[in-house]
């Protein structure tokens, strides 16, 4: 994001030595680098399979293509139009469009929505982390599934070790976002993204070779409805604005520096076909091993964290694998990390005159802070459970599926209803075919999906 920053003085010289091409380039590289993560990964696999399978599976691709690829478009032409941070933006246009300053509290739900995210993303970016060593160390090399069961019980269980993970894991991403030396991690999003999708590709082979490829695909794409809860949908509807990092600003911080002649549909693509290709990857691999294994597709947020190890205590070459899976998985993370606490931080630092390594550390201090719930809610506080289960389940629930779909719907309104024609034509590139079809998608088809299913879920109708 810094680097954006950095080409707000150095943008002339930049493109013209690099052009478009480079800059676009850089630009989907930063985005998708914030996309793919823990959601695709860690919480695709596992919440598609507490939710039955296929008829989520579809539910989420349909979402992502008919919610998620019109809300993206539409956060990067609003950050592009008003090249602040997500608060100020949406102050300014709002007022620019005709309507009025207090948009801003959209920005600033996105601002809060994105911290409690990042308050139990956090937690689970220390357990990503915490795995790099045991996986060194070979402590998976030939367990039984009971076994790696005992060491994610064994681990979560202690409330220290998961708390010093999350510390570590949250303590990095203060320092980074503090020093604002995003530049030259973006530049290394170019090789983990690719590296990530290169040693998927290589554990699907071996999933395909398992045993469990022909029941895994079978309980991804054949659709059965009777497993799907309106509640359910909300959640894939959720899981895409999770996994596409968007309706909590993130996406709309990174346009901000945007150049003007790029492709925002182009770029949108992008992004959204190399993310949702990873997540179907993961959860390829991840079913045909819980097949292959007896082992059970709804065992929840530890799913990831005891099928992959039994796959790589038996593969040939698996304490290597394991570790670049893990390091690799744990980098994904930090970058999406880096791009949730990003948009409080430059608020605080333009509001309140604080410099940045004060920011970083106050925003990220309450996010720890909030974090620790989370993290309590696997071991000592994994009774307490109120609504929808524990602390983690209750903020979990309360940001995908209630505060990104609304505030997914209040960005589609604005984009679609409160920005002029004009406005809108202009940032995504005149009013062809592609302009009508996501003015449709945004002022109709994206609004009306969310409301539905989020009535039909919360059983205002059905
Ligand atoms: N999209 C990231 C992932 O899938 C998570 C994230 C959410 C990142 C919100 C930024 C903002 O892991």
């Known amino acids: 994001m810094m680097m954006f920053k950095e080409e ?19 630009f989907v590289f930063a985005v998708t680098g914030s996309a793919v993560g823990l959601g695709n990964i860690w919480k695709f ?21 008919v919610i998620g690829l019109p809300v993206m478009m539409a956060e990067i032409l609003i950050g592009r139009r008003g090249r602040r941070n997500p608060i100020a933006t949406m102050a300014l246009l709002g007022e620019e469009e005709g309507s009025s300053r207090q948009w801003k509290w959209l920005g600033f739900m996105g601002v809060v929505a994105g911290s409690l995210i990042l308050s139990y993303y956090s937690v689970i970016g220390g357990w990503t982390l915490a795995y790099v060593p045991k996986s060194i160390a070979g402590a998976f090399t030939g367990t039984s599934a009971a076994e790696v069961e005992a060491i994610y019980a064994g681990f979560t269980g202690n409330w220290l070790s998961v708390v010093i993970a999350h510390s570590v894991f949250m303590g990095i991403t203060i320092l980074v976002v503090a020093r604002g030396v995003e530049r030259g991690l973006e530049q290394a999003v170019r090789f983990m993204v690719p590296a990530l999708l290169l040693l998927m590709l290589i554990l699907l082979g071996y999933a395909v070779t398992s045993g469990g490829f022909a029941a895994g695909v079978e309980f991804m794409f054949t659709p059965d409805f009777a497993a799907l809860t309106w509640d359910g949908a909300l959640q894939a509807i959720g899981q895409a604005f999770f996994t596409l990092s968007l309706g909590m600003g993130a996406v709309m911080a990174y346009s901000a520096y945007l150049p003007k002649e790029m492709s925002i549909r182009r770029a949108s693509t992008s992004v959204v076909i190399a993310d949702t290709a990873i997540a179907l990857l993961a959860g390829l691999v991840i079913f045909s091993l819980v097949f292959a294994n007896d082992l059970d597709p709804a065992e929840g947020p530890g799913l990831v964290f005891v099928i992959l190890p039994l796959a790589f205590g038996q593969m040939a070459g698996g304490v290597f694998f394991a570790t670049v899976f893990f390091v690799l998985l744990g980098f994904a993370a930090f970058t999406s990390a880096l791009g949730v606490l990003e948009p409080g ?26 974090g620790l719930g989370t993290a309590l809610s696997f071991n000592v506080l994994a009774d307490f459970s109120f609504l929808r289960g524990t602390i983690y389940q209750n903020v979990d629930y309360l940001t995908s599926n209630v505060m990104l779909p609304v505030a997914g719907l209040l960005i589609t309104f604005f984009a679609g209803w409160v920005m002029c024609r004009n406005s809108t034509s202009e940032e995504l590139g005149g009013a062809g075919t592609s302009y ?22 919360v059983g205002i109708i059905g």
Do not use: C, D
């Open 8 to 26: 707000e003085n150095g943008t002339a010289l930049r493109f013209s030595l690099h052009g478009h091409w480079s800059s676009r380039l850089v």
């Open 45 to 65: 696999p596992y919440i598609a399979g507490q939710n039955g399978g296929g008829a989520f599976v579809l539910v989420y691709l349909v979402s992502v293509f």
């Open 345 to 370: 931080v430059a608020w605080v630092v333009e509001r309140f005159g604080r410099s940045r390594l004060q920011a970083a550390s106050l925003v990220g201090g309450v996010i720890w802070a909030l």
């Open 436 to 457: 009508k079809a996501w003015r449709l998608l945004a002022r109709y088809v994206a609004p009306a999906a969310i409301v539905l299913v989020f009535l039909e879920a």
